[in-house]
């Protein structure tokens, strides 16, 4: 596994990369969830995530516990902090780290929604989508298929999930099919 040129170090720029990832999903992310994503090529270090996470609970992000989880959200101001501060955090780190936190992100909520099918997208900050779609072999449970597209715009990422999600049987056949020898 190749190291990242650059390793996110400060505390406060880990504040400013949580918050980012937060923003740019759009949703939550469990204390877990953000360990996984961080751990990444090792691009953040454990116990500087850990300290960059006690300095930002209250102010940054608010905590709170649900399924024996901490889930982490955006304030206000780190909602502030991710527009005005995001591009301050290395692109290289910040394009893997979002990556894997949509790969993270899908694979938790197939787990949850007891499906097969899981996509989910985000906006990127040129108004385009980044769409990941996870497939699980339904008779192993483990992935299948994992896959990342890009959408012009909102509109279109939201034509292509509702496609793949009102019909996943027919999407994984012509995957099957595709990829079969």
């Known amino acids: ?7 996110v170090e400060a505390i406060d720029d880990i504040c400013v990369l949580i918050c980012h990832l937060i923003y740019s999903l759009g949703c939550p ?5 953000l360990i996984e994503i961080t751990s990444l090529e090792d691009a953040v270090n454990y116990f500087g995530l850990m300290k960059a996470l006690d300095k930002a609970n209250g102010h940054l992000l ?10 982490y959200s955006n ?25 894997e936190a949509i790969r993270v992100y899908t694979r938790d909520a197939m787990k949850k929604k007891g499906t ?31 896959i990342e597209m890009n959408a012009d715009n909102p509109e279109k990422a939201d034509y292509i999930k509702n496609k793949i999600k009102n019909n996943p049987h027919d999407f994984t056949k012509y995957l099957d099919d595709y990829f079969s020898k």
Do not use: H, W
Not at 1 to 7: A, C, F, K, L, S
Not at 29 to 33: A, F, R, V
Not at 75 to 99: H, N, W, Y
């Open 75 to 99: 304030t206000d101001f780190g909602i502030k902090a991710a527009r005005e501060l995001g591009s301050s955090v290395p692109l290289s780190v910040r394009d893997k780290m979002f990556q």
């Open 29 to 33: 992310l469990s204390k877990n969830q």
């Open 116 to 146: 097969m099918t899981a996509i989910r997208y985000v906006v990127n900050p040129d108004g385009t989508c980044t769409i990941g779609v996870r497939i699980t072999d339904e008779e192993t449970t483990k992935q299948k298929y994992f």
């Open 62 to 71: 608010s905590a709170i516990e649900a399924d024996d989880e901490i889930i």
């Open 1 to 7: 596994m190749d190291i990242p040129r650059i390793r």
